[in-house]
Nanobody, 127 residues
Framework: QVQLVESGGGLVQAGDSLKLACEAS????????MGWFRQTPGKEREFVAA????????YYIDSVRGRFTASKDNVKDMAYLEMRQLKPEDTAVYYC????????????????????WGRGTQVTVSS
């Protein structure tokens, strides 16, 4: 089992930055990638970004590419999503998810069935 806990959400103004963190614990040795997703009320959960467990490969959806950066701390078993130039449409509950044992890279990470999920952290961007 793997446990994931997100932190770092909050209320910011458009143009501001936030850095989300996701702490992984438990059997993390077989994790191969971390994904970030977001969801707003009445909408399906949306893939946002992914980073391989070694931190060597990332993938982003078009709407956040160039503004968001996914990274991984290989010492602390932490994943991060640094969000810059935030827009009101980025408002959502953000979730981190872990992929266990089935590696992915690039676009494939957006399609993978992630095995473990955190409870989410709210990000609200005011205009």
């Amino acid at each position: 089992q793997v446990q994931l806990v997100e932190s770092g959400g909050g209320l910011v103004q458009a143009g501001d930055s936030l850095k989300l963190a996701c702490e992984a614990s438990g059997r993390t040795s077989n994790l191969v990638a971390m994904g970030w997703f977001r969801q707003t009320p009445g909408k399906e959960r949306e893939f946002v970004a992914a980073v391989t467990w070694g931190g060597t490969s990332t993938y982003y959806i078009d709407s956040v590419r160039g503004r968001f950066t996914a990274s991984k701390d290989n010492v602390k078993d932490m994943a991060y999503l640094e969000m810059r130039q935030l827009k009101p449409e980025d408002t959502a509950v953000y979730y981190c998810a872990a992929l266990w044992s089935r590696p992915c890279s690039g676009y494939a990470c957006s399609l993978a069935n992630y095995d473990y999920w955190g409870r989410g952290t709210q990000v609200t961007v005011s205009s």
